[in-house]
């Protein structure tokens, strides 16, 4: 049995490999903190339980969801809603606005919709890895832009060849940013959104962080930009603001005939997203956003404490803008090692668990990405077990 070139051509999942290190440590009698995986370890509210529980009473939502049944037609509103609310765009919930089985799903049918095997997708690197994966997975081609520190992890799209760009069918951007947690200012989406025009390249924005924002600081929509949706479609997840990680429900919005493309993928593949889960968003989008409020200053707490921790034992790490993740260059005593080793190395010695920078693109080598997926407590442990493993050195 042979995969086909396209899977060939792409790695196991990061988290797979960490996972089997993870199995390995636990076996020798040691436990594991998982700070690898950005996987919200918090309940998802009670309001959308309820809401949930009593929508799997009713068999009418067991069947398979349909665009114009009542109950889709009400998401596509309730997402609208949310998007005027927090951006104070006015989207079209006929044709601006596709409900996806979780945002990860809708952007990997974006590369399949979209590319021709000798089409170019322009992704950033480093980057959520279904950004890239998903482009090598529809045999397209990849052009990485180098997110680096000195330029504030923000594209330079004046390095990027002419003929690389004639061939290029959309880009990606994705902030706040995992795994580096930038955040991107409203000049620079205008920016891009002026550079693309006339370009015949589509701006694909994940938004999946735009409510874990701290200090001060917010996140904008591109689609807050004037005409943008003439060249962009815009991301957004329940996942990550209402703790709904495993429940599998995000949306995609902007440009009609992107979604329309992205939607004509969708329906050979999948059957919309389980009523009941909808009946939840809907709950979730329209609600009182005080729950995210919560999130966010817990995430906050988490943060302060690890980031200050680290620094305490002499790991010199940045404070997130934004996100649940420390994006943090390894320690200098260790910084001969690839991150890959590093990160395994950490894993056997202390059994704390964070994902090696290279998992997210080759621009994410020097790095490891540290989930804040636990409580304080639990965060207080493995600084202490790191203390430790500081302090030997190699
Ligand atoms: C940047 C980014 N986009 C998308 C996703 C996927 O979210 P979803 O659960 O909606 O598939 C993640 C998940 O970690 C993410 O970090």
């Not at 049944?69 to 609310?85: F, H, M, S």
């Not at 940045?318 to 996100?323: L, M, R, S, V």
């Not at 636990?374 to 202490?384: H, S």
């Amino acid at each position: 049995m042979e995969e086909s070139n396209r899977m060939k051509r792409i790695p196991p999942y990061l988290f797979t490999i960490v996972d089997r290190l993870k199995k390995k440590v636990q076996e020798n009698g040691q436990t594991v903190i998982d700070l690898s995986m950005g996987n919200p370890d918090l309940p998802t509210p009670s309001h959308i339980l309820e809401e949930m529980g009593a929508a799997i009473q009713d068999p009418v939502n067991h069947r398979y969801s349909k665009r114009d049944d009542g109950c889709e037609v009400e998401l596509r509103k309730a997402i609208c809603y949310w998007y005027k609310k927090k951006f104070d765009v006015d989207l079209d919930f006929e044709t601006e606005v596709v409900p996806l089985i979780g945002s990860k799903e809708g952007i990997a049918h974006m590369s399949t919709a979209f590319l021709n095997p000798d089409d170019v997708a322009l992704v950033p690197s480093p980057a959520y890895p279904v950004h890239f994966n998903g482009v090598t997975m529809a045999g397209g081609i990849l052009h990485d832009l180098p997110l680096l520190k000195e330029n504030d992890f923000l594209p330079d799209v004046s390095k990027i060849p002419e003929d690389v760009l004639r061939s290029s069918k959309f880009m990606f951007l994705s902030y706040p940013h995992n795994p580096t947690t930038a955040i991107a200012e409203y000049s620079f989406y205008e920016n891009m959104v002026k550079w693309v025009r006339g370009k015949n390249i589509i701006l694909a924005s994940d938004a999946a962080y735009s409510d874990i924002v701290f200090d001060g600081h917010t996140a904008t929509s591109i689609l807050q930009v004037p005409r943008a949706k003439d060249v962009a479609i815009e991301f957004h997840t329940l996942s990550k603001s209402y703790n709904m990680a495993g429940w599998r429900i995000g949306f995609a919005v902007g440009n009609p005939e992107v979604l329309a493309s992205l939607e004509k993928a969708k329906s050979y593949t999948d059957f919309g997203i389980f009523r009941p889960i909808q009946r939840a968003g809907i709950k979730a989008l329209t609600s009182d956003q005080k729950c995210v409020t919560d999130l966010v200053a817990t995430y906050k707490k988490r943060v302060d404490f690890f980031v200050k921790g680290l620094q305490s034992i002499g790991w010199f790490v940045d404070f997130p803008k934004a996100t649940f993740y420390i994006w943090a260059e390894l320690p200098s005593q260790y910084k001969a090692l690839s991150s890959l080793d590093f990160a395994s190395l950490m894993l056997q010695k202390t059994g704390v668990a964070v994902a090696p920078g290279t998992g997210f693109g080759k621009y994410g080598e020097g790095y490891v990405r540290i989930a804040l997926m636990e409580t304080i407590p639990r965060l207080g442990e493995a600084l202490e077990r790191i203390k430790d493993f500081l302090a030997e050195g190699i």
